[in-house]
Structure formats: structure tokens, C-alpha cells
């Protein structure tokens, strides 16, 4: 079963395209309304979708809480896309054909260049966007291209992956686990759009990315330290 998670704070203005737009590609959806002031959690059902709600905040807890939910409805695939409408639904389907082919385990919807549309990512996001891959790649030797949002994974895969991070660390988590346990993965490019409406949670500040570099920086730099420790390990036996 392909079913769709969708960690939505405050989008009610969005929810209901975004939904509309992936139902037709998946059996079920998901919102997981992540503690939201508006009515996104009764639009998303009046949309057909199933809601969840997780109060305490963090796009990690988000995501938890829908693979818990996915999981009980028996999904064999895991669709994550975002609440405000910048992943584009009619995309899914490139990502989901590789991954229920059974030839991978993990598609990325990876932005860049030309599929950018104006104003699609804040300041926050294009940083961050840069310096995790580099990173990655600089200290653990994983050559990805973005952190994307819009993703399509087995949930077998999932399960072995054990993610645990409850806030936006949560990808760079998936990414690492998926590289030192050999996922298969494949980069799919996707189109990146502006938000359809509302307010972006990330803020443009320099503030804000001083903040995100610390979180990726720290994230990155803790899985590099242990995947050296076991390296050790694995040389001393």
C-alpha cells in the first residue's frame, strides 16, 4: 500500500490542493497536523485525508507520528511531500515507480537549477541546502545533492533506518542512515515551487541560518563521529 505523509503546521490555506493533487497517486493520505492555530487539520479531512495530530512541535515528530499511522494502515511505501504546496504532486509518480519497481529502496525529489521556481526556497533553505551535502560528502563520503522534502522510501527501509531526530534533522538523519546502510537510492529532479499561500517557517534571518548551520553542523559531525568509532572497531577485531 502507498500511502502519503504530510507534516502540515498552520497551511490551511494550501492542505487541500496539496492533497487533492497526490490522492490519485497513493492509497491513502496522511496530514499530520504539527500543532497548528488554523483549521488545517479540518480542511485536510474535509479533503479525505487522515489526520493526525501531534501537538508538540518538530518536522521529525511530524514524520514519527505519520509512519506510526502509515504503519498501522499497512503501508509497504512511504510518500513524504510538505503542506505547502511547493513539492509538486505530479511529480510522485517519478518517484514512486523506481522505488515499487523494487529496484530501489529510497527516491529523492532533488531541486535545482531551472525546476527552481522564483522565491521558492528563503535564504535558510538555499544555505542549508548546500552546506548539508557538502558536508556530507567532505565527512562521510555521501554524494547527495539536496535534503528534499519530497521523498518516496519502502517502509521496510524505513524500519531498518531507525530515524529518530524529532526536528528539522530529521532528513540529514535519513540521508546518513540511508548512506552507511547501503540503500539503494536514486536522485529524481522535481520541480520546487513557491508556497501556494501562508507564511514560510523558516526564517530568512542571519540568524536563523547561523542557527540552521549550527544544527546541520552538529548533526552531520556526530554521525561522522560514530561511523569512525566503528570503523575502529571493526580494525581492532
Not at 496522511?30 to 508538540?56: H, K
Not at 512511504?78 to 523494487?102: H, K, M, Q, T, Y
Not at 524505513?158 to 535519513?174: C, K, N, P, S
Not at 547561523?210 to 554521525?223: E, L, M, N, Q, T
Request: with cysteine; charged share 25%; aromatic share 4%.
Amino acid at each position: 500500500m502507498r500511502i502519503a505523509v504530510i507534516p502540515a503546521l498552520d497551511e490551511e490555506q494550501c492542505i487541500k490542493e496539496v492533497v487533492d493533487g497526490i490522492a490519485p497517486h497513493v492509497d491513502r493520505v496522511i496530514v499530520v497536523d504539527n500543532g497548528s492555530a488554523d483549521q488545517t487539520a479540518e480542511v485536510a479531512r474535509a479533503a479525505g485525508a487522515d489526520v493526525v495530530l501531534e501537538p508538540s512541535r518538530g518536522y521529525g515528530r511530524a514524520c514519527l507520528a505519520g509512519i506510526a499511522r502509515a504503519t498501522v494502515l499497512g503501508a509497504t511505501i512511504v510518500v513524504f511531500l510538505d503542506g505547502d504546496g511547493s513539492d509538486d504532486p505530479a511529480d510522485a509518480i517519478r518517484l514512486i515507480e523506481p522505488v515499487a519497481s523494487g529496484a530501489f529502496d529510497l527516491a529523492l525529489g532533488v531541486r535545482a537549477g531551472a525546476r527552481i521556481e522564483p522565491g521558492a526556497m528563503t535564504p535558510v533553505q538555499s544555505f542549508g541546502n548546500w552546506l548539508a551535502p557538502l558536508l556530507m560528502r567532505l565527512m562521510l563520503g555521501a554524494r547527495y545533492r539536496d535534503m528534499p522534502p519530497f521523498k518516496v522510501i519502502t517502509l521496510e527501509a524505513l524500519q531498518r533506518l531507525d530515524v529518530r531526530d524529532l526536528g528539522h534533522g530529521f532528513t540529514i538523519e535519513l540521508l546518513i542512515k540511508a548512506h552507511s546502510r547501503a540503500l539503494r537510492v536514486v536522485e529524481v529532479p522535481v520541480r520546487c515551487r513557491a508556497r501556494r499561500a501562508g507564511v514560510s517557517k523558516v526564517s530568512g534571518t542571519l540568524r536563523g541560518a547561523s542557527r540552521a548551520a549550527v544544527k546541520i553542523v552538529s548533526i552531520i559531525g556526530r554521525h561522522a563521529s560514530r561511523a569512525h568509532l566503528e570503523r575502529l572497531k571493526d580494525r581492532a577485531r
